[in-house]
């Protein structure tokens, strides 16, 4: 089944009476856990960034407690877990500014924890990649805060 270009959709649900988006978003919901989360977050967690980042944070933390440090193997796994769900939430905010800073936090974390990611070249590659990818998000900002974020961005090369 081919399916339609987001124009038409936008054409379609805009037919649609407000009862029957209602049921195309609930069902949306019920269909995968993916458009379920992010129709939490438009609904409630949108309208105040802030908290929403914080929420991110916390996560963050709590999953830094929980890796195994026994292993390096257990430590990559654990930290690509990590990052798949501060880049999923990213991918949910769609704001610059909070990738910046949910990745800057991630870094500033896994810099600051024990983990000896230097001796690991995959480690230190996907610690480079954040680095970069932080850089390049950026870049696309408002200049005073491209300055503010630099700063930060210093301590963490």
Known sequence: MKSASINELKKEIETLPPNGVIEVAIRLAKFKK??????????????????????IKLTIDELFEEINESNLYFVKKTLRKILRIVNKNIKYSGIKQTEAELLIYFCTKLKSSTIPYQKSPVLNNLYNNQIKKIQKTISLLHEDLQFDYSEEIKDLI
């Open 34 to 55: 993916d458009n379920k989360e992010l129709l939490n977050y438009l609904l409630f967690e949108s309208h105040d960034e802030l908290s929403f980042i914080n929420k």
